[in-house]
T-cell receptor, first 111, second 120 residues
Framework: QKEVEQDPGPLSVPEGAIVSLNCTYSNSAFQYFMWYRQYSRKGPELLMYTYSSGNKEDGRFTAQVDKSSKYISLFIRDSQPSDSATYLCAMARAIAYKYIFGTGTRLKVLA | GAVVSQHPSWVICKSGTSVKIECRSLDFQATTMFWYRQFPKQSLMLMATSNEGSKATYEQGVEKDKFLINHASLTLSTLTVTSAHPEDSSFYIC????????????????FGPGTRLTVL
């Protein structure tokens, strides 16, 4: 079993839809949870950063962490074609520890 | 803020040659940088962790003599692929540990734009 599981997609949604992206993990020691967006042939861009459980909102993006279920989510409201990219979740046990990445979910927002 | 650059953005070389890739943190100091490799439609695989002024720590299965890492300053780390072969063709991405927005004592990894290496 991989430490971090993420559905690779692709996930296609119409413009304006609410998108839900998810990752599950097996290591209860993870404390830091990140979401990155990666456009084709580019480096990942940090979207959200969460410590421990709870919700965090930034504009159209909301990150949720449920440590009891070992499940994290990223919600994108009012999705736009420019949101079409691969979304990677990443986790770490402590800030000085290496990140463990999910495989990424490819999202396509159709105009 | 928290910008990381990589140079070159793409490189094509002949088999057997060495290639150097630079990773720079432009607006912050990074005591720790990371080197990843990413194959098409796959996730990032950590190759090594680079700490300024000390030897890099390589992940299991990564040949330290083939992938030479130098972190000579707080803003620069280099990855040299020695005696490159076609199977080394990949997308190499660096990241640097820097401060998160909003202040506080936490930090996170900021990624460079990547370097596409093609070995003929």
């Amino acid at each position: 079993q991989k430490e971090v599981e993420q559905d690779p997609g692709p996930l296609s949604v119409p413009e304006g839809a609410i998108v839900s992206l998810n990752c599950t993990y097996s290591n209860s020691a993870f404390q830091y949870f990140m979401w990155y967006r990666q456009y084709s042939r580019k480096g990942p861009e940090l979207l959200m950063y969460t410590y421990s459980s709870g919700n965090k909102e930034d504009g159209r993006f909301t990150a949720q962490v449920d440590k009891s279920s070992k499940y994290i989510s990223l919600f994108i409201r009012d999705s736009q074609p420019s949101d079409s990219a691969t979304y990677l979740c990443a986790m770490a046990r402590a800030i000085a520890y290496k990140y463990i990445f999910g495989t990424g979910t490819r999202l396509k927002v159709l105009a | 803020g928290a910008v990381v650059s990589q140079h070159p953005s793409w490189v094509i070389c002949k088999s057997g040659t060495s290639v150097k890739i630079e990773c720079r943190s432009l607006d912050f100091q990074a005591t720790t940088m990371f080197w990843y490799r990413q194959f098409p439609k796959q996730s990032l695989m950590l190759m090594a962790t680079s700490n300024e002024g000390s030897k890099a720590t390589y992940e299991q299965g990564v040949e330290k003599d083939k992938f030479l890492i130098n972190h000579a300053s707080l803003t620069l780390s280099t990855l040299t692929v020695t005696s490159a072969h076609p199977e080394d063709s990949s997308f190499y991405i660096c990241s640097a540990r820097g401060p998160t927005s909003g202040g506080g004592r936490t930090d996170t990894q900021y990624f460079g734009p990547g370097t596409r290496l093609t070995v003929l």
